[in-house]
């Protein structure tokens, strides 16, 4: 297992098999690069760390829905066309 940074190791996946016990102590202080032919694959990270990027994103997620939700409800009075109209205008129909 190589340390690359202070949050990131590199594991080979094969060398994973022999060390799984050791990657699971490892996860705990940053997270472990799997790589295939030195390739990445995959992340393996602590699970509360992955909680808390899932409550991240969630977050995010419904900041920019409610964005867009804003952004639509501005531009209600705005004149709209129908989806056939505005095919035919660009000339897909």
Do not use: C, F, W
């Not at 990657?23 to 997270?31: A, P, Q, T």
């Not at 991240?56 to 804003?70: H, P, S, T, W, Y």
């Not at 409800?73 to 066309?81: S, V």
């Amino acid at each position: 297992m190589l340390t690359v940074k202070e949050e990131s190791a590199i594991i080979g996946v094969a060398e994973l098999r022999t060390k799984a016990a050791d990657v699971l102590k490892e996860i705990k202080k940053h997270s472990v690069i799997l790589t295939r032919r030195n390739r990445p694959v995959g992340v393996i990270i602590d699970y509360d760390e992955y909680e808390k990027m899932q409550q991240m994103l969630d977050e995010i997620e419904d900041i920019v829905l409610g964005n867009i939700a804003k952004e639509r409800l501005a531009r209600k009075d705005k004149k709209m066309i129908a989806l056939e109209e505005a095919e035919k205008r660009v000339g897909l129909r």
